[in-house]
C-alpha cells in the first residue's frame, strides 16, 4: 500500500500559478505517480502522469501548462501549474498505482485532495 499527502493548492488569481506537491510513502519502487481533478458536479478526469523513470502524459487541457515531475530521492511529485483558468478550479487528487493510464480506476491509492481555487 502507498500513503499519499497533497499540498500546495490555495486561492489564486487567474493567469497566476501554483505548485502542489505530492509526498509517497510506503511500497514505492517502480509506482507510477499521477494527478486527477475533480470540480463540483463533474467526474473526476486525468490531469496528469509521470513513471519512476520519468515518462509523462497529460490531459489535452493540459496544453504546455501544466508540467509533472517527480524527485525520486524526496519521494516527492510536483505539479507544477502555470497560466490557470478558472476551469482549473477543483479539488486535485495525487494517485498511486502499477499501470501507465488516464484511467482513474488504474490507481489504488488516492490522496485526501488539495483545493484548488481559480479566481477571475
Known amino acids: 500500500q502507498v500513503q499519499l499527502v497533497e499540498s500546495g493548492g490555495g486561492l489564486v488569481q487567474a493567469g497566476g500559478s501554483l505548485r502542489l506537491s505530492c509526498v509517497v510513502s510506503?511500497?514505492?519502487?517502480?509506482?507510477?505517480i499521477g494527478w486527477f481533478r475533480q470540480a463540483p458536479g463533474k467526474d473526476r478526469e486525468f490531469v496528469a502522469v509521470?513513471?519512476?523513470?520519468?515518462?509523462?502524459n497529460y490531459a489535452r487541457f493540459v496544453k504546455g501548462r501544466f508540467t509533472i515531475s517527480r524527485e525520486n530521492a524526496k519521494n516527492t511529485v510536483y505539479l507544477q501549474m502555470n497560466s490557470l483558468q478558472s476551469e482549473d478550479t477543483a479539488v486535485y487528487y495525487c494517485v498511486a498505482g502499477r499501470i501507465f493510464s488516464t484511467s482513474p480506476g488504474a490507481y489504488d491509492d488516492w490522496g485526501q485532495g488539495t483545493q484548488v481555487t481559480v479566481s477571475s
Open positions: 510506503g511500497r514505492t519502487n517502480s509506482i507510477i
Open positions: 509521470v513513471t519512476s523513470g520519468g515518462s509523462t
